[in-house]
């Protein structure tokens, strides 16, 4: 469903992402981690054709994006950390707004925002300003909208963001009924458990480079220990030191 093939970005001499090549496939849930720095949230922008790639192609449903942006983007849809809302408008007038972006015809978007106002509870503010709303609703309202079309990719930077425990659950298991019927998902998050959790594969970059990719129980072996904790792993796969809480308490 997603693929990158040797993706590269740089900003002048500095290389922010470095021969990235990755593949997610139809019903997958795929984690997409790494430290502050180092690169995730380039990839993302160039995945989603904020950024143009220096070199290398993004393939989304059989449509490279350097030749087909429209029509890779049309079975996209994207959940950003901060969501960007008309606050001026109702939930209900930013969801039509989002589905005439996509040429949904007015009896289908019904449908599907009924639906989806339904599935992240949320029919009781859907007539209210989104300026009234807290984070966690802008949340919900953010991802509704990006589910609007019924794309075949997700991208997601951050899902739990902002979300109270009962929303953090619901989210979850709208992505694991999303996966069941197919629809792939790359996931961003610095929450180790939410990708241990979720993920069915994941993918650590370092300094814009694809370091490590499989399994969490690969990755636990690709780093050469027993510990099953994603943290434990993902901070040896990239080579950073447990924090010295020792020496952090003698200095307080």
């Known amino acids: 469903m997603l693929q990158l093939i040797h993706l590269t970005k740089r900003f002048g001499s500095f290389t922010a992402v470095s021969d990235v090549s990755l593949q997610v496939n139809a019903g997958e849930i795929f984690g997409f981690l790494g430290p502050n720095g180092a690169g995730k949230t380039t990839t993302i922008k160039m995945i989603t054709g904020v950024l143009e790639p220096t070199e290398g ?11 087909d942006p429209v029509e890779a983007k049309q079975v996209t849809g994207f959940i950003p950390d901060r969501s ?5 408008l ?11 972006l996509y040429g ?12 989806l106002l339904a599935l992240f509870e949320m029919e009781d503010w859907a007539q209210d300003l989104i300026e009234s709303y807290s984070h966690g609703m802008r949340q919900r309202l953010i991802m509704a909208s990006a589910l609007i079309h019924e794309p075949k990719l997700i991208v997601v ?13 619901l989210v979850k298991s709208i992505f694991r009924s999303l996966a069941k019927k197919g629809v792939a998902t790359f996931m961003s998050t610095h929450t180790l458990s939410v990708a241990q959790e979720m993920c069915d594969r994941i993918g650590i970059i370092h300094k814009g480079k694809l370091i490590a990719l499989g399994t ?3 990755l636990s072996q690709m780093a050469r220990t027993e510990e ?4 434990a792993v993902f901070l040896r796969l990239t080579h950073q030191e447990e924090v010295p809480w020792a020496e952090i308490e003698k200095g307080l």
């Open 84 to 88: 960007f809302l008309y606050e001026k």
């Open 57 to 67: 192609e993004i393939v989304i449903d059989g449509k490279k994006m350097s030749e």
């Open 228 to 231: 099953k904790n994603l943290e």
């Open 216 to 218: 969490p129980l690969e």
């Open 157 to 169: 930077d951050e899902p739990m963001v902002g979300l109270d425990p009962k929303g953090a659950k």
């Open 90 to 100: 109702t939930g209900i007038e930013f969801l039509q707004f989002v589905a005439s």
């Open 104 to 115: 949904m015809d007015d009896r289908g978007a019904a449908a599907r925002m009924k639906h």
